[in-house]
């Protein structure tokens, strides 16, 4: 099954490659057909997250065993978030029908049109444009889970958010802060203010400041954005507090920062301290879950800047300089 248009506008990878402008490229190619068991999106807009450039770049190599291709890209393009209204539904699909408003989870969403799974789609909150809400799907999902399943954050616990300016952090901050955390946000001074406005407690400037400095202990520790090591962290843990090591990456090309995370685990049934990761589950019982935060004005998303369809490339290289306060969001 196609939408009735037979192409589509789209950004088309062919090989794997660090530079988004060496491996991205728009073009003019089919609209894709769906199977029965899935949907056709019409995309309005999608974003960038730190995911993106894994996907396109294909590094660390782990990530092609994950099913994004071994030799070369599985997907035309590396996008996955977006937003957008329901073109077709494939023949057992139930609970979405042509027109819907919707946002989550696809398949080359770079593009006007992308295939989606039912089970990563949830109708777009009401109170969000589709750019608002292309930015919220794997970003938010991941924070969610970090905060609610592994950090186990509820009312009074102190929660340190490393990479708090980032777009999984600047949802870490909202969603720890309506679980009653108290929060307090690491980041760079430039971006101070951006992670105080969102409702951190306390911001910490990493240049000026080490929050490991013994004066403070936290219960709960997301670290999003560093590399800090783990005997580090574990100085501004709590005796029994959590460690969820959400990112934090290297340029290793096998491993990309992963062995740190695989040391917390090994390291954790050893300690009185909680250490350990997680790879975010992408379902629509969560996007539901976030679109009652939505709708109820305890979650919104921050977003930097916006990219036409095509200056993908320009968006992922201004994420690569570490510019990004919040999230990308390109408009198709």
């Known amino acids: 099954m196609t939408a009735g248009r037979k192409t589509m506008t789209a950004i088309v990878q062919d090989e794997y490659g660090p530079a988004p402008e060496d491996v991205l490229r728009i073009d003019e190619i089919d609209t894709p057909a769906i199977e029965a068991d899935e949907v056709l999106v019409r995309v309005h807009a999608t974003s960038v997250d730190r995911g993106t450039w894994h996907v396109m770049a294909g590094l660390p190599y782990p990530i092609r065993l994950a099913g994004f291709g071994l030799w070369r890209p599985k997907y035309r393009n590396p996008g996955r978030n977006l937003a957008g209204t329901v073109e077709a539904v494939g023949s057992s699909v139930t609970g979405f029908k042509p027109g819907d408003a919707v946002f989550g989870i696809g398949e080359a969403s ?51 958010i490393v990479g708090a300016s980032g777009g999984v952090g600047t949802f870490a901050i909202q969603i720890a802060k309506s679980f009653g955390g108290e929060v307090t946000g690491v980041c760079s001074a430039a971006k101070v203010d951006a992670v105080r406005a969102l409702g951190a407690d ?94 109820s004005g305890r979650l919104a998303p921050a977003i930097d800047r916006s990219y036409p369809l095509s200056e993908v490339a320009a968006a992922i290289r201004y994420m690569l300089d570490g510019h990004t306060r919040g999230k990308l969001v390109v408009t198709v």
């Open 110 to 160: 770079f593009a006007e049109y992308a295939r989606a799974r039912p089970d990563r789609l949830a109708p777009k909150p009401a109170n969000l444009s589709f750019d608002q809400a292309a930015a919220v799907p794997i970003s938010a999902l991941t924070a969610l889970q970090a905060v609610r399943d592994h950090g186990q954050v509820q009312a009074g616990r102190r929660v340190l």
């Open 202 to 295: 306390h911001v910490i400037d990493y240049s000026s400041d080490d929050f490991a400095d013994g004066e403070h202990r936290y219960d709960v520790i997301l670290d999003i954005g560093g590399n800090r090591r783990l005997a580090h962290l574990r100085r501004a843990l709590t005796p029994r507090g959590r460690l969820v090591i959400v990112g934090g990456e290297t340029d290793g090309r096998w491993l990309g920062g992963v062995d740190r995370q695989f040391r917390a685990l090994l390291l954790s049934p050893f300690v009185g301290q909680k250490l350990g990761t997680f790879v975010a589950s992408e379902n629509t019982e969560d996007l539901m879950v976030l679109r009652g935060l939505i709708d």
